[in-house]
């Protein structure tokens, strides 16, 4: 990463770099969302060393990111209890947000970090498949997700156009 890093501002100087976006870890039992498991970031058990590495060697973190995808399969906020259409609920981006500003707090370095969503979209809605943000039901789930990721400090959420004409 620090490699990578000096690198890329070598060439572009004003540019970003930062580590990733995250699996969102904080929404247990949605696809690939738990605190644990064989997701690329294994949960906390690799983020926060890794974080923790990357400034230790002199490395800098631009910003810190997470993924988030809502659908109509997830557990209730916070735990492991299945419910329909928890994917959904407006809550789960509160939850991400909180889970961003938890990164920020494991380093002095990392106070100030912008914070992102790099993936974000509406996967599916069981019923409709999936429902293209502006179209009602993503447009208003959108709209309610991106309330919470402001109210928890998020300044930037990088839609994903899936399948919808573009790829």
């Not at 974080?51 to 973190?61: H, Q, S």
């Not at 809502?70 to 209890?81: D, L, R, Y």
């Not at 599916?124 to 993503?138: D, K, L, M, Q, Y």
Request: aromatic residues 10%; charged residues 10%.
């Amino acid at each position: 990463y620090v490699a990578v890093c000096a690198a890329i501002t070598s060439v572009l100087p004003t540019a970003v770099v930062g580590p990733g976006n995250f699996a969102s870890w904080w929404q247990m039992g949605m696809g690939s969302n738990a605190t644990t498991g064989k997701h690329a970031n294994e949960g906390l058990n690799l983020i926060k060393p890794m974080l923790k590495t990357i400034l230790a060697k002199g490395g800098t973190v631009g910003f810190l990111a997470a993924s988030f995808y809502a659908s109509e399969h997830g557990n209730k906020v916070g735990t492991n209890i299945s419910c329909t259409w928890c994917g959904y609920d407006p809550l789960q981006a509160r939850v991400a947000g909180a889970g961003l500003r938890y990164l920020r707090g494991i380093a002095p370095q990392l106070a100030a970090v912008p914070l992102q969503v790099q993936e974000y979209a509406a996967v599916g809605t069981g019923r409709h498949g999936i429902s293209f943000e502006p179209g009602a039901f993503g447009g208003a789930w959108m709209l309610a997700s991106c309330v919470q990721f402001a109210a928890q400090g998020i300044e930037r959420v990088f839609h994903w156009d899936i399948g919808a004409g573009a790829g």
